[in-house]
């Protein structure tokens, strides 16, 4: 191959590339930061260790592959929530609370998701940890043609239906928590880039929320486990948002 | 679980993961509330959680009309020391006027659009004066007519609601869990390997 050929090849504008979430593994991590995974956004608090940022990531990846497999993600967001639900709970995440999806009233006659999520997450946690929610989908919207972005838009919704999450990871005294809110909607318009999207009351979101905690003692028996599983999948599904 | 660490923090996990995954297979936890519950409770007795007796009973409210919060604080006056129902009153008023979400309280709550529906339980974890661990679970399930908004403080009508409540106190046998431990680990460790292995992504 000519050499002008080869570099016209490596100047072609083929789309953001996907930065890989492990670049940040070895930086020292100690403020709030956050990840996009496949369809979901993750907001983690201060405090949380690599190594439990790691196990929400891949746990998260996991449950949302395996319940690809089972059940239509956009079609039947119910069926696939519950696949999605049992995987987390196998690989030793204990349910501390849960409330099934129901209908959510939007408060205007316009408005986009940070709205629904705010909504989502406000009465669930406490005032302190919204920022971190607020900032991650701030981050997402603010980051165009990012590579986060290139990972979330195609999981998240298809047309004008869509399934995705966001949760919020925090750690206590060596205990990891997830707060995870479920959003699925059926809207009338073609949906292009989901956080910029408006929406109005035709649209339906339905929204449900999980707490769970994770059993270390069980979950550091899984953990090569789940790494073997998702092997290469890992890198190209994940991808850091830059935080303010 | 507040004030509970290290291996008893691990025995509360470890036999909250196993009663959760037994009852799941058996129940569905949001459709089947009251029998998903039993199958927990049940599981739990079997791995030397002591309880004198744990089942649903059906309860009528004195009044016309009654609000979940108040029921329930009159409910765990005999489960609760004075103490706890302090904070626990502390908790509800707190949400109230915050809707806010209390470490100490864990509500399971369910909403239903078509009929209304649900069931919650408060599961709080301590330690006794003797070190002795102890899970207060309080289990409620109530099928109404009304479309319930905010299942804590819904004004329910007592003659179109019938709610089941069960509230237990469980007390670790830690001398018999000991023998437990390693099969329990193993179990839910071994089984997780195989459950992963068999995945389909």
Not at chain 1, 128 to 156: H, K, M, W, Y
């Given at each position: ?91 030793a995440?204990v349910?501390e ?74 750690e206590e005294d060596g205990a990891v928590t ?35 905690s994770m059993n270390e003692e069980v979950f550091a ?24 | 679980m507040d004030g509970v660490t290290g291996q008893q923090k691990n025995d509360v996990l470890n036999s909250c993961l196993l009663a959760q ?19 927990y409770?049940?599981v739990l007795m079997n791995i030397a959680w002591v309880v ?29 020391t004075?103490?706890q ?18 470490r100490r309280l864990v ?16 599961n709080s974890v301590g330690t006794s004066r003797d070190n002795t661990l102890q899970m207060k679970f ?30 237990s106190t469980f007390v670790l046998n830690e001398s018999v869990f000991a023998r437990l431990r390693d099969p329990l680990l193993n179990k839910l460790g ?12």
């Amino acid at each position: 191959m000519p050499a002008t050929t080869a570099s016209k090849i490596w100047d072609l504008d083929v789309g953001p590339e996907v930065v890989r979430f492990v670049a940040l593994q070895d930086a020292e991590l100690t403020g709030p930061s956050a990840a996009v995974v496949a369809g979901s956004i993750v907001a983690f608090e201060p405090g949380i260790s690599e190594q439990h940022r790691q196990d929400v990531l891949r746990s998260l990846l996991l449950a949302q592959l395996a319940a690809n497999a089972k059940a239509d993600r956009q079609k039947d967001p119910a069926g696939w929530f519950t696949a999605y639900r049992g995987v987390l709970e196998q690989v030793a995440w204990v349910v501390e609370a849960s409330a099934a999806a129901a209908r959510y009233q939007p408060p205007f006659a316009k408005f986009t998701l940070d709205t629904v999520v705010n909504d989502a997450f406000r009465p669930k946690i406490l005032a302190e940890q919204l920022p971190f929610v607020t900032a991650a989908i701030a981050a997402f919207r603010s980051d165009q043609n990012s590579g986060a972005e290139l990972v979330f838009e195609c999981p998240s919704h298809s047309g004008g239906i869509g399934n995705f999450q966001v949760a919020l990871a925090g750690e206590e005294d060596g205990a990891v928590t997830l707060r995870l809110a479920q959003i699925s909607f059926n809207a009338p318009q073609h949906v292009v880039r989901l956080l910029r999207e408006e929406f109005t009351k035709t649209s339906q979101f339905r929204v449900g929320f999980l707490v769970l905690s994770m059993n270390e003692e069980v979950f550091a028996r899984l953990r090569p486990a789940i790494a073997a599983k998702l092997q290469d999948r890992f890198d190209g599904m994940v991808a850091p948002l830059q935080l303010p | 679980m507040d004030g509970v660490t290290g291996q008893q923090k691990n025995d509360v996990l470890n036999s909250c993961l196993l009663a959760q995954l037994a009852a799941n297979v058996k129940f569905n936890r949001e459709r089947q509330p009251v029998e998903w519950s039993s199958q927990y409770g049940t599981v739990l007795m079997n791995i030397a959680w002591v309880v004198p007796a744990f089942h649903f009973r059906t309860v009528r409210a004195s009044g016309q009309r009654f609000t979940m919060d108040q029921l329930i604080l009159k409910l765990v006056q005999s489960l609760l020391t004075p103490d706890q129902i302090s904070k626990l009153t502390e908790v509800i008023e707190a949400m109230k006027g915050l809707e806010g979400h209390d470490r100490r309280l864990v509500i399971f709550e369910r909403n239903s659009h078509g009929r209304s529906d649900g069931n919650f339980q408060f599961n709080s974890v301590g330690t006794s004066r003797d070190n002795t661990l102890q899970m207060k679970f309080s289990a409620y399930a109530f099928d109404t007519n009304t479309t319930v908004t905010n299942v804590l403080w819904f004004s329910f009508s007592s003659n179109s609601t019938k709610l089941q409540v069960s509230t237990s106190t469980f007390v670790l046998n830690e001398s018999v869990f000991a023998r437990l431990r390693d099969p329990l680990l193993n179990k839910l460790g071994n089984r997780g390997i195989d459950y992963i292995g068999g995945l389909e992504i």
